[in-house]
């Protein structure tokens, strides 16, 4: 079985101008296995040049860093994933699965992506799919003992790092305090 499908209906007008035909991704790629990186860089690559692009980053005064964040460019967890290859340890802190995701979730996401409807080609709600959120507002009412408002209680975010970000960002001052258990 060929392992690439064809490309949701909004890339292949994306990429072809028609919105009849999708085309595989070797088809748009020339290329047998493309990584996605390598076909976001082929596509952008069509919009920007790398120079263009470099040259704006280096002169432009108009997007500086937020005097808020200035000093946080540097995360101290690449730090600590770069020793851990180095040292050949386990990394327990990140999603590093060394295990392959089960054949049913494998064939679910290739189902969505293959899918020709038009629903799951489409960002979702911002703060979470409601089918989810409604999951989690049914799981959670028991154990905290009230009715929870899927939409309007329960945030859906990236992960640890971006919701506490987010969490911090949004509701401390300069000059709280704030304790961190």
Same mark, same amino acid.
């Given at each position: 079985?060929?392992?690439?499908?064809?490309?949701?209906?909004?890339?292949?007008?994306?990429?072809?101008?028609?919105?009849?035909?999708?085309?595989?991704?070797?088809?748009?790629?020339?290329?047998?296995?493309?990584?996605?990186?390598?076909?976001?860089?082929?596509?952008?690559?069509?919009?920007?040049?790398?120079?263009?692009?470099?040259?704006?980053?280096?002169?432009?005064?108009?997007?500086?860093?937020?005097?808020?964040?200035?000093?946080?460019?540097?995360?101290?967890?690449?730090?600590?994933?770069?020793?851990?290859?180095?040292?050949?340890?386990?990394? +327990?802190?990140?999603?590093? @699965?060394?295990?392959?995701?089960?054949?049913?979730?494998?064939?679910?996401?290739?189902? /969505?992506?293959?899918?020709?409807? @038009?629903?799951?080609?489409?960002?979702?709600?911002?703060?979470?799919?409601?089918?989810?959120?409604?999951? +989690? /507002?049914? +799981?959670?009412?028991?154990?905290?003992?009230?009715?929870?408002? @899927?939409?309007?209680?329960? +945030?859906?975010?990236?992960?640890?790092?971006?919701?506490?970000?987010?969490?911090?960002?949004?509701?401390?001052?300069?000059?709280?305090?704030?304790?961190?258990?």
């Amino acid at each position: 079985m060929h392992a690439v499908c064809n490309v949701s209906t909004r890339l292949g007008r994306f990429c072809t101008g028609t919105a009849s035909k999708l085309l595989p991704l070797t088809s748009l790629t020339g290329l047998r296995k493309q990584t996605f990186d390598g076909l976001v860089q082929r596509i952008c690559s069509s919009f920007f040049s790398t120079s263009t692009v470099r040259e704006k980053k280096m002169t432009s005064k108009k997007f500086e860093i937020a005097k808020r964040i200035q000093g946080t460019e540097k995360n101290v967890w690449v730090d600590i994933s770069k020793l851990a290859v180095q040292q050949k340890s386990v990394n +327990l802190g990140q999603g590093f @699965p060394d295990f392959m995701a089960p054949e049913h979730v494998v064939q679910c996401l290739k189902d /969505a992506v293959c899918s020709d409807t @038009p629903g799951v080609h489409q960002y979702t709600r911002s703060f979470g799919h409601p089918r989810l959120v409604n999951a +989690l /507002a049914q +799981l959670y009412e028991p154990i905290f003992g009230r009715q929870i408002d @899927p939409m309007t209680e329960i +945030l859906i975010s990236i992960g640890g790092y971006g919701s506490l970000f987010s969490i911090i960002q949004g509701l401390v001052n300069p000059g709280d305090e704030v304790i961190i258990v």
